[in-house]
């Protein structure tokens, strides 16, 4: 068959290296589904986890697993993200944890993402956090790291980057899935907004201790808006993350 110049050029463009920044707790692994049911999209979960793990020494369920199946070396790890794309698909989505970019990973190879974010209020991420984990830390939570991630994308390319609020997604996840595909410049598809229940290949080894949730779901939940009441340490912990909260929500898509 005859190939014109607009397929030729199709078939020659620059696959979109989407990094999508988060913290635990989020609806980060719901957000990857949306992603991996679209056909042209190849995804990867938290690639820098062992890394992380290796590096900090910390005791997270399933450690072993995880340092067992995944590179610890950021170097190797980074290369593959940056590097060709599998299967070819046109578009490589990476779920990132925001902490998981320790100080001493190098940055440069972030030149090479298109990078976003993904925010929810402090208070409901640890409360849905200490569900699965007995403590938290600031670190643990990742906030500070995406403000980090974001200045440096903003002063790197003169331009905001795309900042996601989990309600607002849950609350019209059509709308704001299509202004997230505008600015990262790819074509909406609406099979993003529905998939099949199940786990994945492509989730983590720890998909069993984390994921009960989102391999019962079929797609975006509406959001719950009942009150959460924090005490003690942990509403000191929930306003130490508030500021750079707020200092990616006054970005954020949609508004």
């Not at 989020?26 to 957000?31: E, L, V």
């Not at 005791?59 to 995944?70: G, I, K, T, Y």
Request: net charge negative; hydrophobic share 40%; proline share 8%.
């Amino acid at each position: 068959m005859a190939t014109g110049p607009a397929d030729t050029a199709a078939a020659t463009r620059a696959p979109v290296r989407i990094a999508m920044w988060s913290g635990p707790r989020n609806i980060s692994t719901a957000m990857m589904r949306a992603w991996e049911n679209r056909a042209d999209t190849a995804v990867v979960d938290e690639p820098l986890y062992a890394h992380y793990l290796a590096e900090t020494g910390l005791e997270h369920p399933m450690r072993d697993r995880v340092l067992a199946a995944m590179d610890t070396d950021w170097r190797a790890v980074a290369a593959t993200l940056t590097g060709p794309v599998p299967g070819g698909a046109a578009v490589f989505y990476q779920k990132h944890m925001a902490h998981h970019l320790l100080p001493g990973v190098g940055r440069d190879w972030l030149d090479g993402l298109t990078h976003c974010f993904l925010i929810r209020e402090p208070a409901r991420v640890l409360a849905s956090y200490l569900q699965k984990r007995e403590r938290a830390t600031l670190d643990d939570l990742g906030f500070a790291q995406q403000v980090e991630i974001f200045e440096r994308e903003r002063a790197r390319t003169g331009r905001v980057p795309p900042v996601l609020e989990a309600r607002d997604v849950l609350a019209d996840p059509e709308r704001l899935l299509r202004l997230l595909c505008a600015a990262v410049g790819v074509d909406f598809d609406p099979a993003m907004l529905s998939w099949p229940p199940g786990r994945r290949d492509s989730d983590g080894v720890w998909a069993p201790h984390w994921y009960h949730a989102v391999e019962a779901s079929t797609g975006f939940a509406p959001p719950r808006d009942e009150p959460v009441h924090l005490t003690g340490d942990l509403a000191d912990l929930a306003a130490a993350c508030e500021p750079h909260y707020r200092r990616l929500y006054e970005h954020r898509l949609g508004t």
